[in-house]
């Protein structure tokens, strides 16, 4: 047994200090990111927000609504073939949206029949398992790599440097960060396996920076502060669950409850998602997710501003011009309180 005694930082822990600046005005701050992918050599431009690929976010709505705002959304991996193919193959301009798929034989199988039945016409993939530590996954990330050496490759999930750098050295163009940090996750609970997502992402984003490649930070963020956090930590893509969830443009159940609306929102390793796709949870395994009910938050495109507008102004506290600036620009201040939670 051993015992790591540096203390590791999660969103809550920290502020980002505010620094002398001659921006005038937020809106002069420019949130649109042009990365050229280490490994496919894919020219990415947009703004590096990233809806999960979870069915209750990931969905072809979700795409159109965010794609106005230059976001991207990773496409959940329960859409049919003939879903995807009819989705790909009817966008009338390139599409930053990612194909979503496991490392199963099924997942496979259904992906190289959607490529070959909308030729061209995806660009992101998205591999992703809840443990990213796994040689299996990294055989898989290489073999795919190998085989779609063009294809923009995003890959997880994991933690730590070492796996960072592995990934990346496999064909991964963007690992994807996080275990344990989602607003509808239990694997801390039900595992005690974790790390706090800041330091993961300014650790990963480190590894990942030093070979050339980049980092998503996966789960996690609660409010557009976070967000701006996670960027300034070193994240070059940040991708929102929760902060989407519960929109028009979300997936999931919509019950109506004394006069009000609701949707269901809820883990991909729940109970509801393996009932519902997987024929119930099997036995050797527990859930590692759950379900919530959230009151309607009508259109997405009225969160996406306030997402925006929050990020923006954290740039122009720090004095960044550029999204890119963000994380030079920033100095974070440890803090054992972070909100006047007077009103509540
Ligand atoms: P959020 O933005 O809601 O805090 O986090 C979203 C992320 O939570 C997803 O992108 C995914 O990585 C993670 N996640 C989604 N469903 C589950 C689940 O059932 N279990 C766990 N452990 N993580 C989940």
């Known amino acids: 047994m051993h015992i790591e005694n540096e203390v590791k930082l999660d969103f809550k822990d920290v502020l980002i200090r505010p620094k002398r600046s001659t921006l005038s005005s937020r809106s002069n701050v420019d949130l649109i990111r042009p990365f050229t992918l280490r490994n496919s050599r894919v020219e990415?431009?947009?703004?590096?927000?990233?809806?999960?690929?979870?069915?209750?976010?990931?969905?072809?709505?979700?795409?159109?609504?965010?794609?106005?705002y230059d976001l991207s959304v990773a496409l959940h991996k329960h859409y049919s073939e003939d879903e995807y193919v009819t989705y790909f193959n009817g966008l009338k301009?390139?599409?930053?949206?990612?194909?979503?798929?496991?490392?199963?034989?099924?997942?496979?199988?259904?992906?190289?029949?959607?490529?070959?039945?909308?030729?061209?016409?995806?660009?992101?993939?998205?591999?992703?398992?809840?443990?990213?530590?796994?040689?299996?996954?990294?055989?898989?990330?290489?073999?795919?790599?190998?085989?779609?050496?063009?294809?923009?490759?995003?890959?997880?999930?994991?933690?730590?440097?070492?796996?960072?750098?592995?990934?990346?050295?496999?064909g991964a163009d963007i690992v994807k960060v996080g275990i344990g940090p989602g607003s509808v996750c239990t694997t801390r609970k039900m595992t005690g396996v974790g790390y706090p997502q800041l330091s993961a992402i300014i650790e990963c984003a480190d590894a990942a920076h030093g070979l050339g490649g980049l980092i998503c930070s996966d789960g996690g963020c609660t409010r557009p502060g976070d967000i701006a956090k996670a960027f300034g930590g070193g994240a070059d893509f940040v991708m929102l669950g929760g902060m989407l969830a519960g929109h028009n443009e979300s997936g999931g159940e919509v019950i109506e409850k004394d006069g009000k609306v609701y949707r269901s929102f809820y883990g991909m390793s729940s109970k509801s998602a393996m009932d519902k796709y997987s024929g119930g949870v099997a036995k050797y395994r527990a859930a590692e997710g759950k379900t919530v009910y959230l009151e309607d938050r009508g259109p997405v495109a009225d969160t996406v501003q306030e997402i925006l507008g929050g990020v923006r102004s954290a740039c122009t506290y720090v004095g960044a011009r550029r999204l890119k600036e963000l994380t030079k620009r920033t100095t974070f201040v440890r803090v054992t309180q972070q909100l006047n939670e007077v009103f509540g």
């Open 44 to 68: 990415y431009s947009g703004v590096p927000i990233i809806a999960a690929n979870m069915d209750t976010t990931g969905t072809f709505e979700m795409a159109e609504a965010l794609g106005k």
């Open 93 to 170: 301009r390139k599409s930053t949206a990612f194909y979503s798929m496991g490392i199963t034989d099924n997942d496979l199988k259904k992906f190289k029949a959607v490529m070959e039945r909308a030729p061209g016409a995806i660009e992101y993939l998205c591999i992703d398992v809840a443990n990213g530590y796994t040689e299996i996954f990294v055989d898989f990330v290489s073999k795919i790599r190998e085989e779609f050496p063009h294809l923009a490759i995003m890959a997880g999930n994991v933690v730590t440097g070492d796996m960072t750098e592995e990934l990346i050295l496999a």
